[in-house]
């Protein structure tokens, strides 16, 4: 037997209109006061859809549209209130669809015939026999019954919501959002990391509390270990560790004196270098004590002396494994080069410190203190500023190497006042009444010192080289003037009464001082190369020099 044609109903078929009293009647009353949800929305939010009991509605078909989405549901429900029963549709309003007899034989559940078919929002299972409505333009359609087709998903979050829809695993999103879920593998990382960083932190704090305090609460203070090994050869501490065997302290007692001065170990016989006025106070029998760095004190007598270079040689006996002090070059010294200076300034033994050199051939005179001008010491001396103060006369003056280019033997302090331009000779006394360094000292080159000592060691006395002439200390213009010339090596070089000399060896010359000071910087037989004043003329004469034995 062959399928029944579907029969149509009326009250469900497009384009037929029934009598008000054959219409459906509405779900529920018609509200006269417009409340939400099934009259107007209300101003604080916007309506929410009708839900729909039954399964999930197909979406409508229109003509011309894209296929609706599945998971959207239209509301079955248009807003505002329901129309009273025989009134007819708006204008643009589609028909509700017919309802075919295949899809009501498949429900179980039976519809008693007094109450009206639901309206419905499912596509017909079998074709309309009858045309298709022509869709509704987008400006008429009910923006909840009949949306227009949009590419673009509503941003309502409602509009997407089904209470009857299938659970999902995800949380509800706002439409439109496309951030991805944070991996629970970096959380994971980031809180390891910063577990780390605390743990280190605590850590450090424990075992810096634990070290400062000890585990018992006893303050431990921190402290570097031993460092084994020396110091740098050329440096100040390396120099000094070298040179301090061969420096020692002496101390000069006489009659109505005492002194304190430095001397340096010149050879393994026992001869000591050292200033002629630091042995001074003993005179001829006065009682010298010589002291070793390492602490070993024994006697020492005078060998020999010199007032004019103020240099000085003492030797002692019975003591072995002396250190002779290694001799520089005076010659090689210059302005700038870095020296280190050793004594016993105020008694204090082996005291080093440190300077350069500030000037070369700087002449000074010190002494003096005889009636007639003698014990006057002429020095062509190197000036440093290293620290030099009373006690320290007789001491090395060092360069980077270690090598001896000075002796010690002058400062000038704040409070002379003679206006020679020399220096004070340091009288080797204890320091009291006396003025300490200001950064001016003064040392006879070696190279003077080496001659002197020889001559000191082997004869006693010393040579003087000498012009031969005697000068006016009156005469207070620029250079040195001639009172007469006698009959020396100046006589022979033809110099005259009233001859003013103003160089030596092309050196400026500005007094009789400074004349006697160039000169003994020149070993005697050594010429020199005179330029003078005679008569508003200038002249250059050659004088080899005589020798004259010292004080």
Partial sequence: MGAEPPVSDPATTPGVSLPPAERPKPLHDPDPYSTPP????????????????????????VSGAPAADPDAHVPLVPDGPPAPAGTPAPAGTPAPAPVSPTDASASDTSVPEDVPAPLTDSAPATPNPDPAPTPTPASDAH???????????????????????????????QAGSSRPARP???????????????AGGVGGVVGAS??????????????????????????????????????????????????????????????????????????????????FSGGQTVKGEVVGRDVGYDLAVVRVRGVRGLRAMPLGNSDNV???????????????????????????????????????????????????????????????LLDARGLLVGVNSAIRSADDLDGDGGGD?????????????????????????????????????????VIGVTLDLDYAGDGARVATPGTGPGAKAGLRAGDVI????????HTGD????????????????LTLRRGGEELTVSVVLGSATGD
Avoid: C, M
Wanted: charged share 20%.
């Fill in 210 to 291: 634990i070290e400062r305090g000890g585990l018992g609460g006893d303050i431990v203070l921190s402290q570097a270990g031993e460092e084994g090994g020396g110091r740098a050869a050329d440096s100040v501490a390396g120099i000094a560790a070298r040179a301090l065997p061969s420096v020692v302290t002496l101390r000069v007692t006489g009659d109505d004196a005492t002194g304190t001065g430095t001397g340096i170990v010149l050879d393994g016989r026992g001869d000591i270098l050292t200033n002629n006025h630091v042995v001074r106070p003993g005179g001829g029998g006065g009682a010298i004590s010589v002291r």
């Fill in 143 to 173: 923006p909840d019954l009949d949306p227009a087709p949009s590419a673009t998903p509503p941003l309502n979050p409602w509009h997407r919501y089904d209470p009857w829809a299938p659970k999902t695993p995800f949380p509800l999103q």
């Fill in 184 to 198: 629970r593998r970096r959380t994971l990382l980031t809180s390891a990391l910063v577990l780390a960083l605390v």
């Fill in 425 to 465: 000779g340091d009288d080797g006394g204890d320091g009291a009444g006396q003025s300490g360094s200001i950064g001016l000292g003064f040392a006879i080159p070696v190279n003077q010192a080496k001659r002197v000592a020889e001559e000191l060691i082997n004869k006693g006395k010393a040579t003087h080289p």
């Fill in 334 to 396: 210059r302005v700038g080069d870095p020296v280190v200076a050793i004594g016993a300034p105020f008694g204090l033994d082996n005291t080093v410190t440190a300077g350069i050199v500030s000037a070369r051939e700087r002449p000074i005179t010190t002494g003096g203190d005889g009636s007639d001008g003698s014990g006057v010491s002429y020095v062509d001396a190197l000036q440093t500023d290293a620290s030099i103060n009373p006690g320290n006369s007789g001491g090395p």
């Fill in 502 to 509: 103003t160089q030596v060896d092309g050196e400026p010359v």
């Fill in 38 to 61: 099934y009259g107007a929305p209300g101003p604080w939010a916007p309506a929410p859809p009708v839900q729909h009991p039954g399964g999930v509605p197909a979406p409508r078909a």
């Fill in 514 to 529: 400074e004349l006697v000071v160039r000169t003994r910087a020149h070993r005697p037989g050594d010429r020199l190369r």
